[in-house]
């Protein structure tokens, strides 16, 4: 590795980034750091670019200009300290395979070409689903999962690969209140371990309860930092526009009660 | 029909059409699941010009020449598909259908001139069109080996790489696979098991032989290595089966033989598999459906028994029939047979009357108490 590090100290950092589509900007000159460490939300409102930001960070979307780092280094250069989450509705879960080979899936960079997964892959995909309370369900063919169930096996893929940063590309859109709870449970676990772990989030009234750092996106940066000091109405009106008037009234609500914040 | 094996034209054929089976089969799976059964089709209709093509470049029927051509007219056609859909607006299956009608007609254009020259060699050059398995040689079945032969070797080589890229490119992407080059090399191999079939069934029906042996076996397992196993299974059956039926009588053309074989087995598949087919649907759903009723029953008579405090509270039939708005004798009768409920009269009615059995009791408690959706 010849190239010197490029603001190493970051866990992700993103500079000038623009992705257009069809001649339209998606995302517009986004400048994004984010501590290593953190459990960051990504929140924005429809059409925002939230899964497009990802997926330019993951080399899934070519930039049209910008560039992103890695622990200092391009993601071709870190892709075995990286866990990716995708969406799920993204793949086809009447796939003839189980839950087992699905995690196994993960291993598969590490495996290298022509190698099968073995006897160790089969323990660390084990393990992972274990992890995610999924163990009663190895053989299970995919289709055959409810969809909080595939997104924990979505999950025990991305943590088979024994990552320093994981990518999560909306992991609790349309699953149940136990299996959300579940999947925040595992990310804080992460987060101890020292972890970083960047979510795409639709929910905006769980930000506060479940996340440290956000970043506000609407096609541009609107922005960053520790939830405590960007989580405001401000902000929130900048991204959101309009729509906020609806959002407002429940999130901010407890803010005015004397015992505000103990909501959770 | 034991002569019948031993004849050495039928011999041929039979291998030729168990080859044909094996590399279709197999390479048509990952086809459909990478939701590109159509792809086969544009590409074994554009194998036409190829055909034609590699006639006129060895001016004779020579198998070699004309098999390479077919090839590279296939693999052409796919490359303008993806073109038109990654450089225009055009959907995948409006870029498939030009790509199909516009390599096809060149093709029959060639092949009316090719006739119409008066070449004697051309004779049989539109048995492409439906196949004619009578015309294939020994020497032919080498070069059908061969390629089905490369091609499993790449499956099994590339097995997790083809698994992950079918099922999810995108993460296969960020773990650094070449998505592109796999997928090129997939859509290359689905033109490669058209080539193997060209002389079998043609080029009109190939895209039956890509589709059907794999839409079939995914009705029978879970696994892709399973589905992969059956759909070179069924389509060696199809492929042997009406290539003997097609030498044996005489005036029946190969091809659609051997697609109406396995036409037969996806209907089998369809409607038989156990867990996906349409039977053993149906067959759930009206046991859904009794036991569904059997229940709602049953928790009426518990309703009623609870309403009157009373467990051995005797219900009347005419009563239960309106209050489900359906008549209810014959799910009585059965939940009689299980012993939940028994029949009674109530003098001085003489109706038939119903009430909870013990055991009836219990169960409607324990249905009354089971959370939402819990049918255990």
Redesign the interface.
């Known amino acids: 590795m010849t190239e010197p590090l490029h603001e190493p100290q970051l866990a992700l950092h993103v500079e000038d980034l623009t992705v257009s589509y069809e001649g339209k900007p998606v995302l517009w000159d986004i400048d994004i750091d984010i501590p290593p460490g953190v459990m960051a939300a990504i929140v924005g409102p429809n059409g925002a670019g939230k899964s497009t930001f990802i ?1 330019s960070v ?3 979307v070519k930039p049209t200009a910008g560039h992103v780092r890695i622990f200092g280094r391009p993601y ?1 250069a870190q ?1 075995r300290r ?1 866990g ?1 989450v ?1 969406q799920r509705s ?3 879960w009447d ?4 839950a087992l ?2 995690v196994e ?1 993960g291993l ?2 590490r ?1 290298g ?2 190698r ?2 073995g006897k160790r892959e089969r323990q660390a995909a084990l393990h992972a689903l274990e992890q995610v309370g999924m163990q009663d369900f190895l053989d299970r ?1 995919i289709s055959q999962l409810s969809g909080g169930q595939q997104q924990r096996v979505f999950l025990a ?1 991305a943590l088979v690969q024994q990552a320093d940063i994981y990518f999560l590309d909306e992991p609790m859109a349309g699953v149940d209140a136990t299996t959300e709870r579940a999947i925040v449970d595992i990310l804080h676990r992460l987060r101890a371990q020292g972890k970083t772990v960047i979510v795409v989030h639709h929910d905006l009234q769980t930000v506060r309860s479940y996340f440290d750092w956000m970043v506000i996106l609407n096609v541009r940066a609107i922005a960053q930092g520790p939830v405590a000091t960007v989580y405001t109405p401000e902000n929130l009106r900048k991204a959101y526009g309009g729509q906020i008037a609806l959002i407002e009234r429940s999130t901010f609500a407890d803010d005015a009660a004397p015992a505000g914040g103990g909501r959770d | 029909m034991l002569a019948l094996l031993g004849d050495y034209t039928i011999q041929t054929v039979a291998m030729g059409a168990a080859l044909l089976g094996i590399s279709s089969g197999v390479l048509g799976c990952f086809a459909v ?1 990478r ?1 590109q059964s159509l792809l086969g089709d544009t590409l074994s209709h554009a194998a036409l010009p190829g055909i034609c093509i590699g006639f006129l470049i060895a001016g004779s029927r020579d198998i070699g020449t004309i098999l390479a051509g077919a090839l590279v007219t296939g693999a052409a056609s796919a490359l303008v598909v993806l073109l038109l859909t990654r450089m225009s607006r055009l959907k995948t299956d409006a870029a498939l259908g030009i790509a199909l009608s516009v390599s096809f007609a060149i093709g029959v254009v060639l092949l009316t001139h090719i006739q119409g020259g008066g070449n004697a060699s051309q004779g049989g050059l539109d048995s492409f069109l439906f196949g004619q398995a009578a015309a294939i040689l020994r020497g032919d079945l080498w070069i059908m080996g061969g390629v089905t032969l490369s091609a499993l070797a790449l499956v099994g ?5 083809f ?2 890229v ?3 490119p ?8 070449p998505v592109v080059a796999l997928e090129v090399a997939m859509t290359t191999m689905v033109a490669l098991a058209v080539v193997v079939g060209l002389q079998m069934v043609g080029v009109v029906l190939m895209t039956a032989m890509i589709v059907a042996p794999a839409v079939a076996a ?1 009705q029978w ?4 290595g ?2 992969v196993t059956l759909a070179a299974l069924f389509g060696t059956m199809a492929g042997v089966s009406g290539a003997v039926i097609s030498a044996t009588v005489r005036g029946l053309s190969t091809g659609p033989l051997i697609v109406l074989a396995i036409s037969a087995i996806v209907l089998i598949s369809l409607v038989l598999a156990p867990g996906r087919g349409l039977a053993w649907a149906s067959l759930r759903r009206r046991r859904d459906r009794r036991r569904l009723a059997g229940r709602q029953v049953l928790s009426t008579l518990y309703g009623l028994a609870a309403e009157h405090g009373d467990q051995g509270y005797r219900a009347e039939l005419g009563a239960l029939d309106t209050f489900h708005g359906t008549p209810t004798r014959q799910t009585l009768q059965q939940l009689e047979r299980r012993g939940l409920v028994a029949p009674v009269t109530h003098a001085p009615e003489t109706t038939p009357h119903w009430e909870l059995t013990k055991a009836g009791f219990a169960e409607a408690r324990r249905i009354d108490d089971a959370p939402e959706g819990d049918d255990r």
């Not at chain 1, 796939?95 to 189980?98: E, H, K, N, V």
Request: hydrophobic share 40%.
């Open positions: 997926k993951m080399g899934l071709a892709r990286v990716y995708p993204t793949v086809d796939f003839p395979t189980t080979d699905v899936m598969y960079g495996l070409w022509f099968r997964p063919q893929r | 699941l939701k080589l590339l097995w997790k790489e698994k992950l079918s099922f999810d995108g993460f296969a992407t960020s773990l650094g696979l995914r397992t879970h696994s892709l399973g589905m």
